[in-house]
């Protein structure tokens, strides 16, 4: 997909690639997250080993063998792209099997995203009581706001929410981690993004002068009509902005049917972009340029429109006319030979007589 990557600019400090979960030393810390945004838990042992037990009550046992699970070289543990069915108690131990941290995870489904945007007057999910054997309390727990995606022009700015449950007297609880192994198909049980309007001032004490890249890349037109990028360093958990042509897309914008050919997707908080047209695409993260993608069409192979038999037809004429070529050419070539010796036999017999 991408053919070309230049890296145009580097300096220190720069953006993590993932958000950095942590817990204080030896305790235990509940979090809900969003499935399919990649997280990395801190555990700070170089010689961490992980464990894992799902919330379906099953054993613990040692991390190994997962696909898109990495211990990184200071302990702490990379998930990309974690799954609902990955939610459960992640234990970090050192050597001798000492505690070190612990973190239960409920990765809520974030292909259920329910997203409002509150200058266009759209209201979250509403609190619900449902009965569970006893009733119980259901509503979203927000995260604070990010920050704007601009600075001294009007940008957005969102929030997560995440799906919790509260039984008193108990401490409220993310949803699954509540539910474990409890089948229950209920429209409530998810979690939200809402979005609203902004303006701020720059603030040149946050500029970190991230490296950013250069792409050009060659797939749109080729197979398909449309394709995805995705803005290197981006994250759900982080404010994001796209740019097509010099004109910034807003969540606004795809709500009420203004995308201008484009796609933010919701799942991923606008992390990927879905473009169906040729343009210059900037993203921006933490207000910071990230990355430029410049989608070139590849031209479709050239078809003839003349019908088989008259192709057919036409070639052979055209074989009939290369060997036609060929024989008079070999046959100059042979006069040019041969003339000069025919001059000189006639020559030769006048100078006899």
């Not at 993932?18 to 945004?37: D, E, P, R, V």
């Not at 329910?114 to 509503?139: A, C, S, Y």
């Not at 606008?270 to 590849?298: D, N, W």
Request: proline share 7%; with cysteine; glycine share 6%.
């Amino acid at each position: 997909m991408l053919a070309t990557l230049c890296l145009v600019s580097f300096s220190f400090p720069i953006l993590w690639a993932q958000t950095l979960i942590s817990c204080s030393y030896k305790s235990l810390c509940q979090k809900a997250l969003l499935s399919g945004n990649d997280i990395v838990l801190h555990c700070d042992h170089k010689a961490a080993l992980w464990y894992f037990s799902s919330i379906l009550g099953e054993n613990i046992f040692l991390l190994n063998s997962w696909p898109n699970i990495k211990k990184l070289p200071g302990g702490s543990l990379q998930l990309t792209k974690p799954q609902p069915s990955q939610a459960g108690l992640f234990r970090c131990e050192d050597s001798a099997n000492a505690l070190i941290v612990e973190y239960e995870i409920d990765f809520q489904d974030a292909t259920t995203l329910h997203i409002t945007h509150k200058d266009l007057g759209q209201k979250p999910l509403q609190n619900e009581t449902l009965n569970l054997g006893g009733k119980v309390f259901i509503f979203t727990h927000w995260e604070p706001w990010q920050d704007c995606n601009r600075c001294e022009e009007p940008g957005e700015r969102k929030r997560l929410g995440y799906c919790y449950v509260e039984e008193p007297p108990e401490k409220p609880m993310p949803c699954w981690l509540y539910l474990r192994d409890e089948k229950v198909q209920y429209s409530r049980l998810r979690p939200e993004m809402q979005v609203e309007r902004c303006l701020v001032p720059c603030d040149p004490g946050k500029e970190i002068k991230q490296p950013f890249f250069i792409y050009d890349i060659y797939q749109l037109g080729k197979l398909t009509n449309h394709m995805w990028l995705t803005c290197p360093l981006a994250s759900i958990y982080r404010p994001i902005m796209w740019e097509v042509n010099g004109i910034p897309l807003t969540w606004r914008g795809q709500l009420i049917g203004q995308g201008m050919n484009t796609v933010l997707d919701t799942s991923t908080g606008g992390r990927q972009l879905q473009i169906f047209q040729p343009a210059t695409y900037k993203c921006y993260v933490h207000q910071e340029f990230m990355a430029q993608f410049s989608p070139v069409v590849v031209p479709r192979p050239w078809k003839s429109r003349i019908p088989p038999k008259e192709a057919d037809s036409v070639l052979k004429g055209l074989k009939l006319m290369l060997l036609m070529v060929f024989v008079l050419a070999l046959a100059g070539l042979l006069f040019r030979v041969f003339h000069p010796a025919w001059d000189k036999r006639k020559n030769s017999v006048l100078l006899v007589k």
